[in-house]
């Protein structure tokens, strides 16, 4: 038996597509074939299956536990929760490995999978090498056993341990997405007084889209901490593994700046740790990092090269601006959203200010939104090896790492080729606009020498 997967769908970090159309239960099954004879052939004999609230997630529960015991691995089912608690799940249950069936922050009609072996992130090659296998049938055979394990107290009191935070007023956005209900019980554990919106788990996302790290998803949240007057208000992506905060003012704080924050008691507690960043992140990040004493480290984007990174840095904390934050430091090392909440409630504890206070007193730099322009997929590394080469041959401070970050008195700005899409990404930052608009210009120049216009962008 053989089975051939929508080349779409098998992406960098997981796999992913639009239900019914580029992915369905066939899939599903072929995934858990393919992930079962990898645990086998591994050593391993037990896998963890857990689900996000999406109306797709059940069916194909269902045949990705058919493919999995079909394989000759026996399944733990955690059912429906966010990605974080499966991920939970692999770090302290005796299996070996671990699957979420979520679609993250995509629109309803999406779903995918979040794979974990043997303790580290599941993806690039090994994806890739799931099609291989299946389109060989390279599979083994046995009949695994279905047991279930009621998890979601353990974990929500795993989120509590050792908090010494204060009381505060907040509001919480699960956007009807899988975290709601941890959500639930989690404020019932909390000092202080709460206000929480969607957590009941909707698939179809009734109010927004669960994307924390688009502003106009925070409105609800905004209208709720001005109304009661909250100290802040936190939000939360659709699977969960994802954080978005507001201050008091519903002046937005971003990933890097939430970084900053948890890097300070983080820092205290262990001197001199290595903070890893993604490229897209503020320059104020990384010389805050250093200020604390830590060690600054700028690297790739994307969840599983971060987590690969943090493990050969050993660092206690990592971070994305896409809202991922990972805990090694008193935790496992994966990115998990509600922990990355209470971290950030005892570091506004320990910081001794107000949220408020804490943001007003970052440095007020100015940026563009992500730029991103369709380019054609075999141009798109290309083009940015173009840009490198012009701007080392004109002596300019050039960092490698993941694109092109350039820095100038300006600030800096980013070009970079998505691992995703058939798109190039560019941000800038500066501390003025007229610094702004240079760099924006610099962005054009570059582009226009290698045949590309950025055309206009939405949201601008």
């Keep these: 038996m053989t089975h051939r997967f929508d080349p779409t769908s098998l992406r960098e970090y997981d796999i992913r597509g639009i239900v019914g159309k580029t992915l369905g239960p066939a899939d599903a099954e072929a995934i858990g074939r393919g992930f079962a004879t990898c645990?086998?052939?591994?050593?391993?004999?037990?896998?963890?299956?857990?689900?996000?609230?999406?109306?797709?997630?059940?069916q194909l529960e269902k045949a990705l536990i058919a493919g999995l015991t079909a394989s000759g691995v026996d399944v733990v089912r955690i059912g429906m929760g966010p990605t974080p608690m499966l991920y939970y799940a692999e770090a302290t249950l005796e299996v070996d490995g671990g699957i979420q069936i979520t679609g993250s922050h995509n629109p309803a009609e999406y779903n995918g999978f979040k794979m974990v072996l043997q303790h580290r992130p599941f993806f690039g090659e090994d994806i890739q090498k799931l099609g291989r296998m299946a389109a060989d049938g390279d599979w083994d055979e046995g009949s695994g056993s279905v047991a279930e394990y009621d998890i979601v107290d353990t974990y929500v009191d795993r989120l509590m341990v050792g908090y010494a935070g204060g009381a505060y007023r907040i509001g919480w956005d699960a956007g009807n997405g899988a975290a709601g209900p941890i959500v639930e019980k989690l404020v019932k554990l909390l000092p202080g007084e709460h206000f929480t919106l969607f957590t009941d788990v909707d698939g179809d996302f009734p109010n927004h889209h669960p994307d924390p790290t688009e502003e106009k998803n925070l409105a609800d949240l905004k209208a709720l901490v001005a109304e009661k007057r909250?100290?802040?208000?936190?939000?939360?992506?659709?699977?969960?593994?994802?954080?978005?905060?507001?201050?008091?003012?519903?002046?937005?704080?971003?990933?890097?700046?939430?970084?900053?924050?948890?890097?300070?008691?983080?820092?205290?507690?262990?001197?001199g740790a290595t903070i890893i960043a993604d490229v897209k992140a503020s320059q104020m990040l990384y010389d805050r990092i250093a200020e604390l004493g830590g060690e600054p480290v700028m690297w790739k984007t994307g969840h599983?090269?971060?987590?690969?990174k943090m493990k050969e840095t050993h660092a206690p904390l990592a971070g994305e601006m896409s809202g991922h934050i990972f805990f090694a430091h008193d935790y496992y090392g994966f990115d998990d959203a509600l922990y990355a909440a209470v971290r950030l409630i005892?570091?506004?504890?320990?910081?001794?200010?107000?949220?408020?206070?804490?943001?007003?007193?970052?440095?007020?730099?100015?940026?563009?939104?992500?730029?991103?322009?369709?380019?054609?997929?075999?141009?798109?590394?290309?083009?940015?090896d173009e840009v490198l080469d012009r701007l080392e041959a004109d002596?300019?401070?050039?960092?490698?790492t993941d694109g092109a970050r350039v820095n100038t008195e300006d600030g800096w700005w980013l070009l970079r080729a998505s691992n995703t899409q058939d798109v190039l990404v560019a941000r800038a930052e500066s501390?003025?606009?007229?610094?702004?608009?240079?760099?924006?210009?610099?962005?054009?120049?570059?582009?226009?020498?290698?045949?590309?216009e950025r055309g206009p962008q939405a949201g601008h």
């Design 39 to 58: 645990v086998r052939r591994a050593g391993g004999t037990r896998v963890a299956v857990g689900y996000d609230g999406r109306s797709s997630s059940p």
């Design 230 to 271: 909250l100290d802040f208000g936190l939000a939360f992506d659709g699977d969960g593994d994802r954080i978005g905060a507001i201050d008091g003012e519903g002046r937005v704080i971003w990933g890097d700046q939430l970084l900053s924050i948890l890097a300070e008691p983080v820092l205290r507690e262990e001197p």
């Design 304 to 308: 599983s090269l971060i987590k690969t």
């Design 346 to 384: 005892r570091a506004v504890h320990m910081i001794g200010k107000s949220m408020t206070e804490i943001r007003g007193s970052m440095p007020e730099l100015i940026n563009t939104p992500e730029m991103r322009f369709q380019v054609d997929e075999s141009r798109k590394f290309a083009i940015v």
């Design 395 to 400: 002596g300019a401070e050039v960092n490698r």
């Design 431 to 452: 501390s003025s606009k007229a610094g702004l608009d240079r760099l924006v210009a610099q962005i054009d120049d570059q582009l226009a020498e290698s045949g590309v």
